[in-house]
């Protein structure tokens, strides 16, 4: 039933119909109603047309893969990622480790590119013309949330990421190949190595981007992981916590991971769309049904649940801390 709402826009393109990975054209009118029913079922869904200029998105892609094949003495110059530079295996401050190598930025330019070399000279403006269309077209897909939602202020959540403080964030991922000797011994079948380990993200809304190399799977509501084929002239767009909070449950964030087997490197790059940190992360008024529905969820502002997010483990359920405890009737 979930999946038969995205067989007709699907039914020409089979094996994406089959990897159930919902489907949204941004070019068709009726994109907003299927972005609603696919956050509410899945929390993740596969965007086409979306105007990102493909040149744009190669020019970031070979500066990413430069950077990420130079000597780990020069990249560890823009080291360790506490939160923010290069981080190699670790990931976050807790202990998780993965197959993974990442550079992650904070999206108003503040990273110092200068202690990188020269030959990376073109990298700060890739970054930079990237995350301004990417950007450009998250809010284009929450303002078709917020109508799909009824809500009448059309830019309610796309404020959020427009805001001058917004506290979003860059990521560059790089998966190095499973190598032939893992495969031999067996360790790079399905399942055994983890790039990136299940999680949600914490912010409002996410889109990735990766080259043609399988890995990401994602859960689905009744747990089961669903791999999703890649496709690199597309962007997949997931709901984080805040969203889910925002809507008051009525869209998932979805939990995700990365499987690392491939004989091929994987490069991703993904932008996470915050808010500023004094936002208060609540139900929009709307969607409380006229004042009938509580919120599911104590009041919080982003810079708290940054914090409590921050002091977790990658795969710890981070939205359970803020549930309020149901009145006992
Ligand atoms: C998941 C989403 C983003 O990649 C990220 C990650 C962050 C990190 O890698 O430093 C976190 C993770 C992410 C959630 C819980 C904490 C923080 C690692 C971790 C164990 C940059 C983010 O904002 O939250």
Redesign the pocket.
């Known amino acids: 039933m979930v999946v038969s709402c995205f067989l007709d826009l699907a039914s020409n393109l089979s094996w994406q119909y089959q990897s159930q990975i919902p489907l949204v054209d941004l070019s068709k009118p009726d994109s907003r109603h299927i972005i609603v029913k696919a956050c509410e079922e899945f929390g993740f869904f596969k965007v086409v047309n979306h105007g990102v200029p493909l040149e744009s998105i190669s020019e970031l892609e070979s500066e990413a893969l430069s950077f990420f094949s130079l000597p780990m003495s020069e990249k560890e110059k823009v080291g360790p ?1 506490d ?1 923010f530079g290069y981080g190699s295996k670790g ?4 202990g ?1 480790v993965g197959s993974v190598e990442y550079l ?1 930025l904070k999206t108003d330019h503040s990273f110092n590119f200068h202690k990188l070399p020269q030959t990376t000279e073109k990298f700060p403006s890739a970054v930079k013309d990237y995350v301004w269309a990417v950007r450009k077209m998250a809010c284009e897909i929450l303002e078709l949330m917020a109508d799909g939602l009824k809500i009448q202020q059309r830019n309610a959540l796309s404020k959020l990421l427009m805001d001058k403080q917004s506290d979003s ?1 860059f ?1 560059l991922n790089h998966y190095p190949p499973c190598t032939e000797l893992e495969e031999a011994s067996g360790h790079g079948g399905e399942g055994s190595r983890i790039g990136f380990g299940e ?1 949600t ?3 409002i809304i996410s889109v990735l981007r990766s080259n043609n190399t399988s890995g990401l799977q994602i859960s689905t509501r009744d747990g089961t992981w669903i791999s999703v084929p890649p496709d690199h002239t597309s962007f997949f767009i997931n709901v984080g916590d805040s969203l889910q909070v925002m809507t008051n449950g009525r869209f998932r964030s979805v939990k995700h991971r990365v499987l690392a087997n491939s004989s091929r490197p994987r490069v991703s790059m ?1 932008y ?1 769309g915050g808010p500023p940190l004094s936002e208060k992360i609540i139900p929009l008024p709307s969607l409380l049904a006229k004042g009938k529905e509580e919120s599911l969820y104590k009041e919080f502002t982003w810079f708290e649940y940054k914090r409590s ?2 002091s ?3 795969s710890d359920n ?1 939205l359970e801390l803020f549930k309020r405890v149901a009145a006992s009737s």
């Open positions: 990622a939160p990931i976050g401050p807790n998780d992650l964030v990521r999680h993200d914490p912010q993904i996470f997010a921050y977790s483990r990658l981070r």
